[in-house]
């Protein structure tokens, strides 16, 4: 085939043979969310730049790597999404989603592309999909453990064995001011020894050099500042409040003081769902991840104190989870035509005939496969052997 004519590096068809577990992840996430009054919404694919660089931050990978961002012929610089939160909390805002007319939490559910430049990897693209929700207009504890159980009930409805949930708490704004100042006083000690990438994060968000991969760097993480030396009494309240909601729902949870996440909107909860899979290899790998964010929507032109919380996960993450269960199509009837070598007249007959058959058989709710070609019977019969076929009618 000429090169010119395949596929974009890093996107990937989804064909027949795999579309039918993306579906059965999409179907499973629609009930779940219903089960949890969540309300589906459609952002546009392209938002304005600073849509983006507004929300996550100047210092993360996302805005500062990964973002696909060009001019349109109107001059605009605009964006095609690397996320969904941004977007919804633009809606939530521009259509005013917040006034009274409207029960708190206004509840929201999306599944879609997004796009980051990154290096193409087994389960995860440049344009790659995700399922997602958020939960905007209420700051309380509880709706973080809900939201929480929300996601695993997801997994626990496609079968997804060995979950585990780690939780952190970065606390509300004094409190990652406080942890910020120790971060830097910290690690400025060590600054020859950091990475390139945590060398420019200890300017612009030392927090997110307690996410590096570097070893050297997580060397020195290990010694780090703990951020519940930061905390002022509310945070500590309210982190105690999410995980004892968490215990009444008998949920099990791993706090994790290095999880920061990569987005610099999130305050408070942070959490991410882990599992062992032989899809990923060794050890654990992250399914889904979330947390809370309180000024988002003030940064946004929206009410000021309007948190909110939520999560997204990957589909393609999702699927290769669920690789082994693709099961073989069956249907329920096929057709076979005895055509060949007949005469125009009675072939246009038989044709006609099983068509009928099929419109009304399909009419019951049935699945099925006709031959219109000019085909022997044996391989007609083969194609139905292919097929699954339940029953099978000839004419």
């Not at 589909?315 to 099961?327: G, T």
């Amino acid at each position: 085939m000429d090169g010119k004519f395949k596929k974009v590096r890093g996107m990937e068809d989804v064909l027949p043979t795999h579309s039918s577990i993306w579906q059965r992840i999409e179907d499973t996430s629609r009930n779940v969310f219903s089960k949890y009054n969540f309300k589906e919404i459609r952002t546009p694919m392209v938002e304005k730049t600073e849509v983006f660089t507004r929300s996550s931050g100047d210092s993360s990978d996302i805005v500062s790597k990964q973002m696909y961002s060009f001019d349109d012929k109107g001059g605009r610089n605009i964006t095609l999404r690397p996320e969904g939160t941004a977007g919804i909390v633009r809606s939530f805002v521009e259509n005013k989603l917040f006034g009274p007319e409207h029960q708190k939490p206004v509840k929201l559910f999306y599944m879609g592309s997004m796009y980051r430049y990154e290096r193409p990897g087994a389960t995860h693209n440049r344009e790659f999909h995700q399922i997602g929700c958020e939960a905007i207009g209420a700051i309380s504890p509880q709706i973080d453990a809900e939201v929480i159980s929300l996601a695993l009930n997801i997994f626990k409805e496609l079968d997804v064995k060995n979950m585990k949930v780690e939780i952190n708490t970065l606390g509300d704004e004094e409190s990652r001011e406080n942890y910020t100042e120790a971060l830097v006083n910290y690690f400025r000690k060590y600054e020859d020894e950091l990475s390139e990438d945590s060398k420019r994060r200890l300017d612009q968000n030392p927090l997110r050099i307690l996410d590096s991969k570097d070893k050297n760097d997580q060397k020195l993480v290990a010694n780090a500042p703990k951020i519940q030396d930061s905390l002022n009494e509310r945070s500590k309240n309210y982190f105690n409040d999410v995980l004892s909601s968490l215990d009444a729902l008998n949920i099990e949870y791993v706090i994790d003081q290095k999880l920061v996440r990569g987005l610099d909107y999130y305050t408070d909860t942070v959490f991410e769902i882990m599992t062992e899979n032989e899809a990923f290899g060794e050890g654990e790998t992250t399914i889904c991840a979330g947390g809370r964010y309180n000024n988002m929507v003030e940064q946004f032109g929206g009410p000021e104190n309007t948190g909110g919380f939520g999560f997204a996960f990957g589909e393609e993450r999702a699927v290769a989870l669920l690789d082994s269960q693709i099961e073989d199509d069956q249907i329920d009837y096929f057709i076979i035509t005895d055509v060949k070598d007949k005469e125009p007249n009675e072939r246009t007959e038989i044709l006609q005939k099983a068509l009928q058959t099929a419109d009304e058989l399909r009419a019951d709710g049935n699945v099925v496969e006709v031959n219109y070609q000019e085909r022997s019977i044996k391989s007609q019969e083969k194609a139905a052997k292919k097929f699954n076929a339940k029953n099978v009618l000839k004419y």
